[in-house]
Protein backbone atom coordinates (compact mmCIF):
# COMPACT_ATOMS: atom_id res chain seq x y z
CA UNK A 1 0.00 0.00 0.00
CA UNK A 2 1.04 3.96 -0.61
CA UNK A 3 2.07 5.89 2.25
CA UNK A 4 -0.39 8.08 2.92
CA UNK A 5 -0.03 11.87 3.65
CA UNK A 6 -2.34 13.70 5.73
CA UNK A 7 -4.08 16.79 4.94
CA UNK A 8 -3.11 18.27 8.14
CA UNK A 9 0.71 17.36 6.76
CA UNK A 10 0.44 19.04 3.63
CA UNK A 11 -0.95 22.41 5.92
CA UNK A 12 2.32 21.93 7.44
CA UNK A 13 4.21 21.89 4.69
CA UNK A 14 2.24 24.45 2.38
CA UNK A 15 3.10 27.67 1.67
CA UNK A 16 0.06 27.87 -0.52
CA UNK A 17 -2.69 29.34 1.56
CA UNK A 18 -1.58 33.30 1.68
CA UNK A 19 -3.65 34.48 4.52
CA UNK A 20 -2.61 37.15 6.42
CA UNK A 21 -2.67 36.70 10.13
CA UNK A 22 -3.55 39.62 12.19
CA UNK A 23 -2.30 39.97 16.05
CA UNK A 24 -4.12 41.67 18.14
CA UNK A 25 -2.24 45.00 19.81
CA UNK A 26 -5.16 47.43 20.03
CA UNK A 27 -4.32 50.29 23.18
CA UNK A 28 -5.10 53.18 24.64
CA UNK A 29 -7.90 53.39 22.29
CA UNK A 30 -5.60 53.42 19.25
CA UNK A 31 -7.06 52.65 16.36
CA UNK A 32 -4.97 49.61 15.11
CA UNK A 33 -3.33 46.58 15.23
CA UNK A 34 0.13 44.91 13.68
CA UNK A 35 -0.43 42.71 11.08
CA UNK A 36 2.13 39.52 10.29
CA UNK A 37 3.37 41.89 8.48
CA UNK A 38 3.96 44.65 10.79
CA UNK A 39 1.26 46.40 9.33
CA UNK A 40 -0.79 48.70 11.18
CA UNK A 41 -4.48 47.80 10.65
CA UNK A 42 -7.67 49.31 11.48
CA UNK A 43 -10.09 48.35 14.42
CA UNK A 44 -13.39 48.98 13.38
CA UNK A 45 -15.80 51.23 16.08
CA UNK A 46 -17.74 48.04 17.38
CA UNK A 47 -14.45 46.15 18.26
CA UNK A 48 -12.53 48.90 20.39
CA UNK A 49 -14.00 48.83 23.42
CA UNK A 50 -13.05 44.84 24.23
CA UNK A 51 -10.18 43.54 26.69
CA UNK A 52 -7.87 42.21 24.37
CA UNK A 53 -9.18 38.11 25.28
CA UNK A 54 -7.89 34.93 23.78
CA UNK A 55 -11.27 34.66 22.69
CA UNK A 56 -12.66 38.08 21.62
CA UNK A 57 -12.85 38.84 18.09
CA UNK A 58 -9.99 39.71 16.06
CA UNK A 59 -9.92 43.33 14.75
CA UNK A 60 -10.98 43.34 11.18
CA UNK A 61 -8.23 44.47 8.57
CA UNK A 62 -11.01 46.49 6.51
CA UNK A 63 -11.69 50.07 7.46
CA UNK A 64 -15.28 48.99 5.85
CA UNK A 65 -18.55 49.84 8.46
CA UNK A 66 -20.78 48.48 5.98
CA UNK A 67 -20.75 45.39 4.25
CA UNK A 68 -20.32 46.55 0.52
CA UNK A 69 -18.39 49.11 -0.04
CA UNK A 70 -14.87 47.31 0.01
CA UNK A 71 -12.96 46.81 -2.95
CA UNK A 72 -13.85 43.54 -4.13
CA UNK A 73 -15.28 42.09 -1.34
CA UNK A 74 -18.47 43.56 -2.24
CA UNK A 75 -18.35 45.84 -5.36
CA UNK A 76 -19.99 44.07 -8.37
CA UNK A 77 -20.24 40.78 -7.35
CA UNK A 78 -21.56 41.39 -3.34
CA UNK A 79 -24.57 43.47 -5.26
CA UNK A 80 -24.76 41.48 -7.88
CA UNK A 81 -28.26 38.98 -9.06
CA UNK A 82 -27.22 35.42 -8.69
CA UNK A 83 -25.59 33.41 -11.36
CA UNK A 84 -22.88 36.41 -11.70
CA UNK A 85 -20.23 34.22 -11.76
CA UNK A 86 -17.97 36.24 -13.71
CA UNK A 87 -17.78 38.84 -12.36
CA UNK A 88 -15.29 37.48 -9.17
CA UNK A 89 -12.83 39.66 -7.77
CA UNK A 90 -10.83 38.50 -5.08
CA UNK A 91 -11.16 40.16 -1.63
CA UNK A 92 -8.00 38.94 0.08
CA UNK A 93 -6.21 41.22 -1.49
CA UNK A 94 -3.74 43.24 0.00
CA UNK A 95 -4.45 44.62 3.94
CA UNK A 96 -7.66 45.42 2.85
CA UNK A 97 -9.18 42.65 1.37
CA UNK A 98 -10.62 40.73 4.16
CA UNK A 99 -13.20 41.10 7.02
CA UNK A 100 -12.21 39.52 10.27
CA UNK A 101 -14.87 40.31 12.75
CA UNK A 102 -18.26 41.96 12.39
CA UNK A 103 -19.88 43.44 9.26
CA UNK A 104 -22.16 46.62 10.20
CA UNK A 105 -25.20 47.88 8.89
CA UNK A 106 -27.35 44.76 9.24
CA UNK A 107 -29.73 43.50 12.03
CA UNK A 108 -30.69 40.61 13.76
CA UNK A 109 -27.05 38.74 14.02
CA UNK A 110 -24.85 38.77 16.74
CA UNK A 111 -24.96 41.78 18.95
CA UNK A 112 -21.20 42.22 18.56
CA UNK A 113 -21.41 44.91 21.10
CA UNK A 114 -22.52 43.05 23.92
CA UNK A 115 -21.89 39.72 23.13
CA UNK A 116 -18.27 38.17 23.43
CA UNK A 117 -17.63 34.83 21.03
CA UNK A 118 -16.49 31.76 23.08
CA UNK A 119 -13.65 30.55 20.86
CA UNK A 120 -14.90 27.22 19.23
CA UNK A 121 -11.34 25.83 18.56
CA UNK A 122 -10.86 25.59 22.18
CA UNK A 123 -6.97 26.21 22.57
CA UNK A 124 -6.58 24.25 19.25
CA UNK A 125 -4.29 26.51 18.32
CA UNK A 126 -2.10 26.08 21.17
CA UNK A 127 -2.05 22.18 19.71
CA UNK A 128 -1.34 22.47 16.46
CA UNK A 129 1.96 20.87 16.55
CA UNK A 130 0.60 17.90 18.44
CA UNK A 131 -2.22 17.84 16.20
CA UNK A 132 -0.51 17.78 12.94
CA UNK A 133 1.54 14.76 14.46
CA UNK A 134 -0.99 12.84 15.26
CA UNK A 135 -2.98 13.49 12.09
CA UNK A 136 0.18 11.80 10.30
CA UNK A 137 -1.29 9.01 8.25
CA UNK A 138 -4.31 10.69 6.39
CA UNK A 139 -4.60 11.20 2.76
CA UNK A 140 -2.76 11.01 -0.20
CA UNK A 141 -4.16 13.99 -2.44
CA UNK A 142 -2.28 12.90 -5.29
CA UNK A 143 -4.76 10.08 -5.04
CA UNK A 144 -7.86 12.18 -5.69
CA UNK A 145 -6.73 13.74 -8.95
CA UNK A 146 -8.00 11.04 -11.13
CA UNK A 147 -11.81 10.80 -9.02
CA UNK A 148 -14.84 10.62 -11.55
CA UNK A 149 -16.43 13.78 -11.52
CA UNK A 150 -19.82 14.41 -13.37
CA UNK A 151 -21.97 17.68 -13.23
CA UNK A 152 -24.76 18.51 -15.42
CA UNK A 153 -26.55 22.24 -15.63
CA UNK A 154 -26.37 25.24 -17.35
CA UNK A 155 -23.19 26.98 -17.52
CA UNK A 156 -21.42 24.82 -14.56
CA UNK A 157 -18.23 26.72 -13.19
CA UNK A 158 -15.18 25.46 -13.35
CA UNK A 159 -13.46 23.54 -10.26
CA UNK A 160 -10.72 25.63 -8.31
CA UNK A 161 -7.47 23.80 -6.84
CA UNK A 162 -6.93 25.57 -3.39
CA UNK A 163 -9.16 27.56 -1.14
CA UNK A 164 -6.30 30.70 -2.06
CA UNK A 165 -8.47 31.01 -5.07
CA UNK A 166 -11.64 31.21 -4.06
CA UNK A 167 -13.38 34.26 -3.09
CA UNK A 168 -14.14 33.21 0.77
CA UNK A 169 -12.87 36.38 2.65
CA UNK A 170 -10.01 36.92 4.87
CA UNK A 171 -12.00 35.56 8.13
CA UNK A 172 -13.15 32.52 6.91
CA UNK A 173 -9.55 31.61 4.82
CA UNK A 174 -8.17 32.26 8.62
CA UNK A 175 -10.69 29.28 10.44
CA UNK A 176 -9.80 26.93 7.36
CA UNK A 177 -6.40 27.24 8.28
CA UNK A 178 -7.48 26.82 12.03
CA UNK A 179 -8.78 23.82 10.84
CA UNK A 180 -5.75 22.31 9.21
CA UNK A 181 -7.35 22.07 6.02
CA UNK A 182 -4.40 22.77 3.45
CA UNK A 183 -6.41 21.77 -0.08
CA UNK A 184 -9.99 21.62 -0.71
CA UNK A 185 -11.29 18.15 -0.88
CA UNK A 186 -12.61 17.09 -4.53
CA UNK A 187 -15.83 18.02 -3.41
CA UNK A 188 -15.61 21.24 -2.32
CA UNK A 189 -13.47 21.91 -5.21
CA UNK A 190 -15.78 21.92 -7.42
CA UNK A 191 -19.46 22.39 -5.05
CA UNK A 192 -17.95 25.97 -3.37
CA UNK A 193 -17.43 27.73 -6.80
CA UNK A 194 -21.15 26.50 -7.90
CA UNK A 195 -22.50 27.75 -4.74
CA UNK A 196 -20.41 31.08 -4.95
CA UNK A 197 -22.02 31.54 -8.19
CA UNK A 198 -25.21 31.63 -6.65
CA UNK A 199 -26.75 28.94 -8.48
CA UNK A 200 -28.82 25.65 -7.03
CA UNK A 201 -26.69 22.59 -6.58
CA UNK A 202 -27.60 18.71 -5.68
CA UNK A 203 -24.28 17.44 -5.00
CA UNK A 204 -23.53 13.65 -4.13
CA UNK A 205 -19.89 12.43 -3.18
CA UNK A 206 -18.86 9.99 -0.90
CA UNK A 207 -19.04 9.57 2.85
CA UNK A 208 -16.06 11.38 5.04
CA UNK A 209 -15.21 13.99 1.81
CA UNK A 210 -15.76 16.83 3.57
CA UNK A 211 -19.49 17.93 2.16
CA UNK A 212 -20.38 19.92 5.34
CA UNK A 213 -17.55 22.81 4.31
CA UNK A 214 -18.28 22.63 0.76
CA UNK A 215 -21.98 24.09 1.87
CA UNK A 216 -21.04 25.98 4.67
CA UNK A 217 -18.16 28.21 3.37
CA UNK A 218 -20.01 29.69 0.96
CA UNK A 219 -23.35 30.12 3.12
CA UNK A 220 -20.86 32.09 5.42
CA UNK A 221 -18.85 33.83 2.76
CA UNK A 222 -22.12 35.24 1.30
CA UNK A 223 -23.72 36.20 4.53
CA UNK A 224 -20.54 38.04 4.99
CA UNK A 225 -20.15 39.76 1.92
CA UNK A 226 -23.75 40.36 1.10
CA UNK A 227 -26.39 42.94 0.82
CA UNK A 228 -29.00 41.72 3.70
CA UNK A 229 -32.12 43.55 3.35
CA UNK A 230 -32.85 44.79 6.64
CA UNK A 231 -34.32 42.11 8.93
CA UNK A 232 -37.57 43.12 10.59
CA UNK A 233 -37.25 44.10 14.48
CA UNK A 234 -37.61 41.47 16.79
CA UNK A 235 -40.38 43.13 18.86
CA UNK A 236 -42.34 40.18 18.29
CA UNK A 237 -39.48 37.94 19.81
CA UNK A 238 -39.03 36.24 15.64
CA UNK A 239 -36.26 35.92 14.77
CA UNK A 240 -35.24 36.09 10.90
CA UNK A 241 -32.69 33.87 9.88
CA UNK A 242 -30.91 33.81 6.53
CA UNK A 243 -30.13 30.57 6.16
CA UNK A 244 -31.04 27.41 7.61
CA UNK A 245 -29.71 23.56 7.28
CA UNK A 246 -31.76 21.02 7.69
CA UNK A 247 -30.13 17.57 8.89
CA UNK A 248 -31.99 14.28 9.95
CA UNK A 249 -30.73 13.70 13.67
CA UNK A 250 -30.49 15.44 16.40
CA UNK A 251 -26.27 14.47 16.65
CA UNK A 252 -26.30 15.72 13.00
CA UNK A 253 -27.41 18.84 13.34
CA UNK A 254 -25.33 19.47 16.79
CA UNK A 255 -22.21 18.19 14.58
CA UNK A 256 -22.81 20.41 11.76
CA UNK A 257 -23.44 23.50 14.29
CA UNK A 258 -19.90 22.60 16.35
CA UNK A 259 -18.55 22.75 12.36
CA UNK A 260 -20.21 26.19 11.40
CA UNK A 261 -19.13 27.65 14.50
CA UNK A 262 -15.21 26.86 13.81
CA UNK A 263 -15.67 28.61 10.31
CA UNK A 264 -17.59 31.29 11.15
CA UNK A 265 -15.59 32.51 14.30
CA UNK A 266 -14.86 35.89 14.50
CA UNK A 267 -17.00 36.49 10.80
CA UNK A 268 -19.62 38.09 12.29
CA UNK A 269 -21.75 35.44 11.45
CA UNK A 270 -24.02 33.72 14.18
CA UNK A 271 -24.54 30.46 14.15
CA UNK A 272 -27.39 28.80 16.48
CA UNK A 273 -28.80 24.79 16.33
CA UNK A 274 -32.22 23.84 17.51
CA UNK A 275 -32.94 20.12 17.82
CA UNK A 276 -35.41 18.01 19.68
CA UNK A 277 -35.18 15.99 22.84
CA UNK A 278 -33.40 19.41 24.69
CA UNK A 279 -35.36 22.07 26.63
CA UNK A 280 -36.78 24.36 23.97
CA UNK A 281 -36.95 27.22 26.54
CA UNK A 282 -32.85 27.41 26.22
CA UNK A 283 -32.88 26.82 22.36
CA UNK A 284 -35.50 29.67 22.27
CA UNK A 285 -33.10 32.29 24.32
CA UNK A 286 -29.91 31.62 22.24
CA UNK A 287 -32.20 32.44 19.13
CA UNK A 288 -33.42 35.71 20.38
CA UNK A 289 -29.65 36.80 20.90
CA UNK A 290 -29.75 36.36 17.14
CA UNK A 291 -28.70 33.99 14.73
CA UNK A 292 -27.65 33.93 10.76
CA UNK A 293 -27.58 30.19 10.16
CA UNK A 294 -29.99 28.55 11.69
CA UNK A 295 -29.25 24.53 11.73
CA UNK A 296 -31.74 22.36 12.62
CA UNK A 297 -33.70 19.18 12.85
CA UNK A 298 -37.16 18.95 10.91
CA UNK A 299 -39.55 18.72 13.60
CA UNK A 300 -37.86 20.98 16.57
CA UNK A 301 -37.93 23.49 13.65
CA UNK A 302 -41.75 22.88 12.81
CA UNK A 303 -42.24 23.36 16.39
CA UNK A 304 -40.77 26.80 16.20
CA UNK A 305 -42.41 28.07 13.21
CA UNK A 306 -45.33 27.29 14.88
CA UNK A 307 -45.45 28.79 18.07
CA UNK A 308 -44.25 31.39 15.27
CA UNK A 309 -40.37 31.98 17.58
CA UNK A 310 -38.88 31.59 13.50
CA UNK A 311 -39.62 33.16 10.23
CA UNK A 312 -37.91 31.91 7.12
CA UNK A 313 -38.73 35.29 5.52
CA UNK A 314 -35.87 36.05 4.81
CA UNK A 315 -33.91 32.81 3.99
CA UNK A 316 -31.21 33.16 1.34
CA UNK A 317 -29.78 29.55 1.75
CA UNK A 318 -31.30 26.57 2.10
CA UNK A 319 -28.96 23.54 2.64
CA UNK A 320 -30.08 19.97 3.37
CA UNK A 321 -27.28 17.69 4.60
CA UNK A 322 -28.44 14.09 4.03
CA UNK A 323 -31.20 14.93 1.98
CA UNK A 324 -32.31 12.18 0.34
CA UNK A 325 -32.85 10.73 3.84
CA UNK A 326 -34.68 14.50 4.58
CA UNK A 327 -36.72 13.72 1.31
CA UNK A 328 -37.53 9.93 1.75
CA UNK A 329 -40.98 8.90 3.21
CA UNK A 330 -40.34 9.81 7.08
CA UNK A 331 -39.51 13.49 6.63
CA UNK A 332 -40.78 14.46 3.17
CA UNK A 333 -44.19 15.80 4.24
CA UNK A 334 -42.14 17.64 7.14
CA UNK A 335 -39.79 18.83 4.86
CA UNK A 336 -42.09 20.33 2.70
CA UNK A 337 -44.17 21.85 4.81
CA UNK A 338 -41.36 23.65 5.89
CA UNK A 339 -39.57 24.41 2.40
CA UNK A 340 -43.03 24.99 0.62
CA UNK A 341 -45.65 25.87 2.77
CA UNK A 342 -44.39 28.54 5.64
CA UNK A 343 -42.82 32.07 4.51
CA UNK A 344 -39.57 30.69 2.88
CA UNK A 345 -38.96 32.57 -0.62
CA UNK A 346 -39.11 30.28 -3.49
CA UNK A 347 -36.99 28.56 -5.70
CA UNK A 348 -34.85 31.30 -7.65
CA UNK A 349 -34.97 33.89 -4.64
CA UNK A 350 -33.18 31.58 -2.00
CA UNK A 351 -30.15 29.50 -2.79
CA UNK A 352 -30.71 25.78 -2.38
CA UNK A 353 -28.16 22.97 -1.84
CA UNK A 354 -28.92 19.43 -1.30
CA UNK A 355 -25.99 16.97 -0.30
CA UNK A 356 -25.66 13.42 0.46
CA UNK A 357 -23.60 10.29 -0.34
CA UNK A 358 -26.62 8.75 -2.07
CA UNK A 359 -29.31 10.24 -4.32
CA UNK A 360 -31.87 7.93 -5.68
CA UNK A 361 -33.32 8.76 -8.73
CA UNK A 362 -37.19 8.68 -7.10
CA UNK A 363 -35.74 11.04 -4.57
CA UNK A 364 -34.10 13.58 -6.60
CA UNK A 365 -37.27 13.60 -8.70
CA UNK A 366 -39.00 14.30 -5.63
CA UNK A 367 -35.87 16.64 -4.85
CA UNK A 368 -35.87 18.83 -8.04
CA UNK A 369 -39.20 20.27 -6.74
CA UNK A 370 -37.21 22.34 -4.27
CA UNK A 371 -34.63 23.75 -6.74
CA UNK A 372 -34.30 26.05 -10.02
CA UNK A 373 -31.95 25.66 -12.62
CA UNK A 374 -29.40 23.31 -10.35
CA UNK A 375 -26.51 22.16 -11.03
CA UNK A 376 -26.43 18.23 -10.64
CA UNK A 377 -23.01 17.36 -9.27
CA UNK A 378 -21.35 13.63 -8.49
CA UNK A 379 -17.86 12.88 -7.36
CA UNK A 380 -17.47 9.68 -7.19
CA UNK A 381 -14.26 7.59 -7.40
CA UNK A 382 -13.62 4.22 -9.72
CA UNK A 383 -11.76 2.47 -6.83
CA UNK A 384 -9.43 4.25 -4.62
CA UNK A 385 -11.65 6.37 -2.37
CA UNK A 386 -13.76 3.63 -1.24
CA UNK A 387 -10.74 1.39 -1.03
CA UNK A 388 -10.07 3.40 1.91
CA UNK A 389 -12.91 0.96 3.91
CA UNK A 390 -11.41 -2.37 3.42
CA UNK A 391 -15.20 -4.32 3.55
CA UNK A 392 -15.59 -8.27 4.62
CA UNK A 393 -18.71 -9.88 4.57
CA UNK A 394 -19.19 -13.11 6.50
CA UNK A 395 -22.09 -15.32 6.21
CA UNK A 396 -23.27 -15.86 10.19
CA UNK A 397 -25.96 -16.77 11.64
CA UNK A 398 -28.70 -15.28 13.26
CA UNK A 399 -27.91 -17.22 16.59
CA UNK A 400 -24.07 -17.29 16.48
CA UNK A 401 -23.57 -13.82 15.47
CA UNK A 402 -22.60 -12.71 19.35
CA UNK A 403 -20.17 -15.31 19.16
CA UNK A 404 -19.15 -14.23 15.92
CA UNK A 405 -18.70 -10.98 17.37
CA UNK A 406 -16.99 -11.57 20.12
CA UNK A 407 -14.36 -13.24 18.51
CA UNK A 408 -13.86 -10.36 16.28
CA UNK A 409 -13.05 -7.95 19.60
CA UNK A 410 -10.62 -10.90 21.05
CA UNK A 411 -8.35 -10.89 17.76
CA UNK A 412 -8.63 -6.84 17.83
CA UNK A 413 -7.54 -6.66 21.31
CA UNK A 414 -4.75 -9.58 20.44
CA UNK A 415 -3.73 -7.47 17.80
CA UNK A 416 -3.23 -4.49 20.17
CA UNK A 417 -5.66 -2.41 17.93
CA UNK A 418 -7.19 -1.17 21.52
CA UNK A 419 -6.97 2.43 23.35
CA UNK A 420 -8.26 5.35 20.50
CA UNK A 421 -9.66 2.76 18.05
CA UNK A 422 -13.40 2.76 18.30
CA UNK A 423 -15.83 -0.30 17.14
CA UNK A 424 -19.35 1.12 15.98
CA UNK A 425 -21.68 -2.00 15.78
CA UNK A 426 -25.10 -1.64 13.78
CA UNK A 427 -28.14 -3.26 14.79
CA UNK A 428 -31.87 -3.19 13.56
CA UNK A 429 -33.59 -2.49 16.83
CA UNK A 430 -33.21 -0.50 19.98
CA UNK A 431 -33.94 -2.93 22.10
CA UNK A 432 -31.75 -5.23 20.02
CA UNK A 433 -29.40 -2.26 20.65
CA UNK A 434 -29.84 -2.65 24.52
CA UNK A 435 -29.15 -6.15 24.72
CA UNK A 436 -26.12 -6.77 22.50
CA UNK A 437 -24.68 -3.37 24.61
CA UNK A 438 -25.63 -5.12 28.21
CA UNK A 439 -24.02 -8.48 26.43
CA UNK A 440 -20.58 -6.77 25.53
CA UNK A 441 -20.41 -5.24 29.00
CA UNK A 442 -20.86 -8.12 31.04
CA UNK A 443 -18.30 -9.76 28.85
CA UNK A 444 -15.36 -7.65 30.04
CA UNK A 445 -16.39 -4.88 26.78
CA UNK A 446 -17.05 -1.86 28.03
CA UNK A 447 -19.65 -0.58 25.35
CA UNK A 448 -22.34 2.12 25.25
CA UNK A 449 -25.84 2.44 22.82
CA UNK A 450 -27.44 4.91 21.46
CA UNK A 451 -30.90 4.81 19.61
CA UNK A 452 -34.61 6.43 19.57
CA UNK A 453 -35.85 5.22 22.71
CA UNK A 454 -32.82 6.74 24.85
CA UNK A 455 -33.25 10.31 26.23
CA UNK A 456 -31.00 12.94 24.07
CA UNK A 457 -29.01 13.22 27.69
CA UNK A 458 -28.61 9.45 27.41
CA UNK A 459 -27.53 9.98 23.67
CA UNK A 460 -25.01 12.81 24.18
CA UNK A 461 -23.52 11.12 27.03
CA UNK A 462 -23.17 7.88 24.68
CA UNK A 463 -21.80 9.52 22.25
CA UNK A 464 -19.16 11.62 24.33
CA UNK A 465 -17.97 8.25 26.39
CA UNK A 466 -17.74 6.90 22.85
CA UNK A 467 -15.48 9.56 21.29
CA UNK A 468 -13.39 9.94 24.53
CA UNK A 469 -12.63 5.76 24.48
CA UNK A 470 -14.34 5.55 27.39
CA UNK A 471 -16.53 3.19 25.84
CA UNK A 472 -14.76 2.32 23.25
CA UNK A 473 -17.80 0.16 21.13
CA UNK A 474 -21.07 1.88 20.46
CA UNK A 475 -23.79 -0.10 19.50
CA UNK A 476 -26.10 1.85 17.49
CA UNK A 477 -29.57 1.94 15.46
CA UNK A 478 -29.61 3.70 12.33
CA UNK A 479 -29.65 6.98 14.35
CA UNK A 480 -25.97 6.89 14.32
CA UNK A 481 -25.58 5.87 10.80
CA UNK A 482 -25.30 9.21 8.39
CA UNK A 483 -23.23 11.82 8.97
CA UNK A 484 -21.35 11.39 12.11
CA UNK A 485 -17.81 12.47 11.94
CA UNK A 486 -16.40 10.24 14.73
CA UNK A 487 -12.33 10.71 14.65
CA UNK A 488 -10.88 6.92 15.27
CA UNK A 489 -13.81 4.53 14.22
CA UNK A 490 -11.31 1.81 13.16
CA UNK A 491 -14.47 -1.03 12.58
CA UNK A 492 -18.02 -0.93 11.72
CA UNK A 493 -19.66 -4.02 12.32
CA UNK A 494 -22.84 -4.33 10.40
CA UNK A 495 -24.35 -7.20 12.96
CA UNK A 496 -27.33 -6.77 11.22
CA UNK A 497 -27.41 -5.69 7.72
CA UNK A 498 -29.60 -2.62 6.63
CA UNK A 499 -32.56 -3.69 4.03
CA UNK A 500 -31.32 -0.70 1.87
CA UNK A 501 -27.94 -0.63 0.49
CA UNK A 502 -27.67 2.99 0.73
CA UNK A 503 -28.00 2.74 4.59
CA UNK A 504 -25.02 0.40 4.15
CA UNK A 505 -23.14 2.97 2.68
CA UNK A 506 -23.83 5.43 5.13
CA UNK A 507 -23.11 3.07 8.00
CA UNK A 508 -19.58 1.95 6.67
CA UNK A 509 -18.66 5.45 6.11
CA UNK A 510 -18.47 6.14 9.61
CA UNK A 511 -14.65 4.84 9.12
CA UNK A 512 -12.43 5.55 6.15
CA UNK A 513 -13.20 9.35 6.81
CA UNK A 514 -11.60 12.48 5.83
CA UNK A 515 -8.56 10.26 3.63
CA UNK A 516 -7.99 7.82 6.86
CA UNK A 517 -8.77 3.69 6.12
CA UNK A 518 -11.02 1.20 8.13
CA UNK A 519 -12.42 -2.01 8.10
CA UNK A 520 -15.98 -2.52 7.66
CA UNK A 521 -17.64 -6.02 8.82
CA UNK A 522 -21.24 -7.10 8.01
CA UNK A 523 -22.74 -10.14 9.51
CA UNK A 524 -24.90 -11.85 6.46
CA UNK A 525 -27.47 -14.75 6.58
CA UNK A 526 -30.77 -15.99 4.37
CA UNK A 527 -32.32 -12.55 5.98
CA UNK A 528 -30.16 -10.86 3.88
CA UNK A 529 -30.58 -12.51 0.76
CA UNK A 530 -32.49 -8.86 -0.70
CA UNK A 531 -29.69 -7.16 -0.65
CA UNK A 532 -27.02 -9.95 -1.66
CA UNK A 533 -27.01 -8.50 -5.27
CA UNK A 534 -26.32 -4.69 -4.54
CA UNK A 535 -23.81 -5.71 -1.86
CA UNK A 536 -21.85 -7.73 -4.14
CA UNK A 537 -21.93 -4.71 -6.88
CA UNK A 538 -20.86 -2.31 -4.05
CA UNK A 539 -18.27 -4.30 -3.15
CA UNK A 540 -17.06 -5.05 -6.47
CA UNK A 541 -17.10 -1.31 -7.23
CA UNK A 542 -14.75 -0.69 -4.39
CA UNK A 543 -12.37 -3.21 -5.31
CA UNK A 544 -13.16 -5.51 -2.63
CA UNK A 545 -13.17 -8.97 -2.71
CA UNK A 546 -16.18 -10.58 -2.95
CA UNK A 547 -16.94 -14.04 -1.90
CA UNK A 548 -18.65 -16.84 -4.23
CA UNK A 549 -21.03 -17.31 -1.72
CA UNK A 550 -22.25 -13.70 -1.87
CA UNK A 551 -22.44 -14.12 -5.63
CA UNK A 552 -24.19 -17.05 -5.74
CA UNK A 553 -26.87 -15.20 -3.40
CA UNK A 554 -26.84 -12.25 -5.62
CA UNK A 555 -27.12 -14.46 -8.72
CA UNK A 556 -30.31 -16.07 -7.26
CA UNK A 557 -31.82 -12.95 -5.95
CA UNK A 558 -34.21 -10.53 -7.58
CA UNK A 559 -34.45 -7.54 -4.45
CA UNK A 560 -32.42 -4.86 -3.50
CA UNK A 561 -32.55 -2.00 -5.25
CA UNK A 562 -31.71 -2.21 -8.49
CA UNK A 563 -28.20 -0.78 -9.24
CA UNK A 564 -26.51 0.00 -12.36
CA UNK A 565 -24.39 -2.69 -13.07
CA UNK A 566 -20.85 -1.89 -13.45
CA UNK A 567 -20.53 1.03 -11.23
CA UNK A 568 -21.13 4.78 -10.64
CA UNK A 569 -22.31 3.85 -7.22
CA UNK A 570 -21.15 7.42 -5.58
CA UNK A 571 -23.93 9.67 -6.87
CA UNK A 572 -25.58 7.75 -9.83
CA UNK A 573 -26.01 9.72 -12.39
CA UNK A 574 -28.39 12.89 -12.92
CA UNK A 575 -32.16 11.37 -13.59
CA UNK A 576 -32.61 14.83 -15.46
CA UNK A 577 -29.81 13.04 -18.06
CA UNK A 578 -31.11 9.33 -17.71
CA UNK A 579 -32.31 9.33 -21.57
CA UNK A 580 -29.65 11.74 -22.80
CA UNK A 581 -26.49 10.50 -21.35
CA UNK A 582 -23.60 11.59 -23.04
CA UNK A 583 -20.33 10.03 -21.89
CA UNK A 584 -17.99 12.07 -23.23
CA UNK A 585 -20.11 15.49 -22.80
CA UNK A 586 -18.81 18.84 -22.59
CA UNK A 587 -19.53 19.39 -19.25
CA UNK A 588 -17.13 16.82 -17.54
CA UNK A 589 -14.21 18.23 -16.69
CA UNK A 590 -11.70 16.21 -18.88
CA UNK A 591 -9.46 17.20 -21.66
CA UNK A 592 -6.68 19.80 -21.68
CA UNK A 593 -8.41 22.75 -20.10
CA UNK A 594 -9.49 20.81 -17.15
CA UNK A 595 -8.94 23.27 -14.23
CA UNK A 596 -8.72 20.07 -12.67
CA UNK A 597 -5.87 18.19 -14.18
CA UNK A 598 -8.22 15.47 -15.33
CA UNK A 599 -7.46 14.11 -18.28
CA UNK A 600 -5.99 11.23 -20.48
CA UNK A 601 -7.29 8.44 -18.26
CA UNK A 602 -9.88 9.67 -16.80
CA UNK A 603 -11.90 9.76 -19.86
CA UNK A 604 -11.94 5.90 -19.93
CA UNK A 605 -12.44 5.94 -16.10
CA UNK A 606 -15.99 7.76 -16.35
CA UNK A 607 -16.71 5.26 -19.27
CA UNK A 608 -16.31 2.17 -17.32
CA UNK A 609 -17.44 3.59 -13.88
CA UNK A 610 -20.52 5.67 -15.06
CA UNK A 611 -21.87 3.34 -17.77
N1 LIG B 1 -10.37 20.36 2.92
C1 LIG B 1 -10.23 19.55 3.96
N2 LIG B 1 -9.01 19.22 4.41
C2 LIG B 1 -8.85 18.39 5.47
N3 LIG B 1 -9.87 17.82 6.15
C3 LIG B 1 -11.10 18.10 5.74
C4 LIG B 1 -11.35 18.99 4.64
N4 LIG B 1 -12.69 19.09 4.48
C5 LIG B 1 -13.25 18.33 5.44
N5 LIG B 1 -12.31 17.73 6.20
C6 LIG B 1 -12.53 16.80 7.33
O1 LIG B 1 -13.03 15.61 6.78
C7 LIG B 1 -13.91 14.98 7.71
C8 LIG B 1 -15.19 14.56 7.01
O2 LIG B 1 -15.91 15.70 6.61
P1 LIG B 1 -17.50 15.73 6.63
O3 LIG B 1 -18.01 15.28 7.96
O4 LIG B 1 -17.93 17.04 6.13
O5 LIG B 1 -17.81 14.59 5.57
P2 LIG B 1 -19.14 14.29 4.76
O6 LIG B 1 -18.77 14.25 3.33
O7 LIG B 1 -20.21 15.24 5.18
O8 LIG B 1 -19.46 12.83 5.28
P3 LIG B 1 -20.88 12.08 5.43
O9 LIG B 1 -21.34 11.71 4.06
O10 LIG B 1 -20.56 10.90 6.25
O11 LIG B 1 -21.81 13.03 6.11
C9 LIG B 1 -14.14 15.96 8.83
O12 LIG B 1 -13.37 15.56 9.94
C10 LIG B 1 -13.63 17.26 8.28
O13 LIG B 1 -13.13 18.10 9.29
Redesign the pocket.
Known sequence: MTTRTS?ADLAANSAAENVGVVSSSASNGVVGTTSSAGRPVYVPPHLRNRPPSADSPAPTSTGAASSNDRPGYGGSRGAAPRNEYNNRSGHGSGSSGGRLGGWGGRSGGWDRGRDREVNPFGNDDDKEQAFSEQESTGINFEAYEDIPVETSGDNVPPPVNTFAEIDLGEALNLNIRR???????PV?RHAIPISLAGRDLMAC?Q???????AFCFPIISGIMRGQIPKRPLRGARMVYPLALILSPTRELSVQIHEEARKFSFQTGVKVVVAYGGSPIKQQLKELERGVDILVATPGRLVDLLERARVSLQMIRYLALDEADRMLDMGFEPQIRKIVEQMDMPPPGVRQTMLFS?TFPKEIQRLASDFLANYIFLAVGRVGSSTDLIVQRVELVHESDKRSHLMDLLHAQRANGVQGKALTLVFVETKKGADLLEQWLCMNGFPATTIHGDRTQQEREQALRSFKSGATPILVATDVAA??L?IPHVAHVVNFDLPNDIDDYVHRI?RTG??GKTGLATAFFNDNNASLARSLADIMQEANQEVPAWLTGYAARSFGGRNRRPGGGRFGGRDFRRESSFNRVGSDYYGGGNSAGGYGGGYGAGITSAWD
Not at 179 to 185: E, Q
Not at 207 to 213: C, E, R
Open positions: WCKYVKPTQATGSGKTAARGDGRA
